[in-house]
């Protein structure tokens, strides 16, 4: 089986037990048609990733109200929506603008359409879309310094929102795990703090979400969803909550090709 075929798998496997609750080994061995020992070393790698949580006889989903999973899994996962939405959030940025992006996989597809988009100031505390920018001629790079965090691999606490408190943009583009057609929400303080902060420090501000994220809440409330000036979706996102949300703010649709 191949990396993509061993990630493919996880994902049916991970959004069977969300769906479920609760499933036994042998059940996700039928779904999958691998064998036992393959499920269960996938089973390890996800309770690992701490995407799921295993117990005696079987797995369970962790509570979405108070867990993200791990960046490496995210990156692995709906990468078709986060590449269409980014697409249409990169028709937002016009040179000359300076722009926040904060650590999400989102932001970090919206980087990489960015990069040859000259002159342009962008501000972030993710490592990795530092490096996407770093030694680019026309880019003027600030990063946020503050405590390194390994699952996010960015930059959180107080060091970094103080960097972000002194600075003003005209576009901050972020994302977070949960909304619904009311609010917006993420499972953790530290993550929570530092997105308000950047939101606070822009002139306008873009949400980026693809369908997994929606019709969820977690633990701590972000911000309202008419905070922000533009709201990007998928185009698989249910007809009844995208009218709602339209309601409250301006919503732009990207268009997957599924």
């Known amino acids: 089986m191949t990396t993509n075929g061993a990630q493919a798998r996880r994902q049916i496997i991970t959004e069977h037990v969300l769906a479920s609750g609760t499933a036994s080994g042998a059940e996700l061995a039928e779904l999958t048609g691998v064998s036992l020992m393959t499920v269960h070393r996938d089973l390890d790698e996800l309770a690992r990733r701490g995407v799921l949580r295993r117990f005696r006889g079987g797995v369970s989903a962790l509570p979405s109200t108070v867990f993200e999973s791990n960046l490496d899994y995210r990156l692995g996962v709906n990468t078709t929506e986060k590449e269409a939405i980014a697409k249409a959030a990169a028709e937002l940025v016009e040179p000359g603008m300076s722009v ?6 989102t932001a970090l597809a919206l980087a990489a ?24 001629d026309g880019i003027r790079l600030i990063s946020l310094g503050g405590e390194y965090s390994h699952p996010h691999d960015s930059f959180l606490g107080v060091a970094c929102l103080e960097a972000v408190e002194a600075l003003s943009v005209d576009m901050v583009l972020v994302s977070t795990s949960a909304m619904d057609a009311r609010m917006t929400y993420h499972q953790e303080q530290d993550v929570v703090l530092v997105k308000r902060a950047m939101l606070a420090s822009g002139t306008r501000k873009v949400l980026l979400m693809d369908r997994t994220k929606l019709a969820r809440t977690a633990l701590h409330r972000l911000g309202p969803v008419e905070d922000f000036d533009h709201l990007v979706v998928d185009d698989r996102v249910d007809a009844e909550l995208l009218a709602a949300l339209r309601e409250r703010t301006d919503v732009r649709v990207a268009a997957t090709g599924r």
């Open 100 to 105: 926040l992006l904060d650590d999400s996989t």
């Open 113 to 136: 359409l960015l990069v040859e988009l000259e002159p342009l100031t962008v501000v972030t505390n993710a490592r990795r879309v530092i490096d996407l920018f770093a030694g680019r």
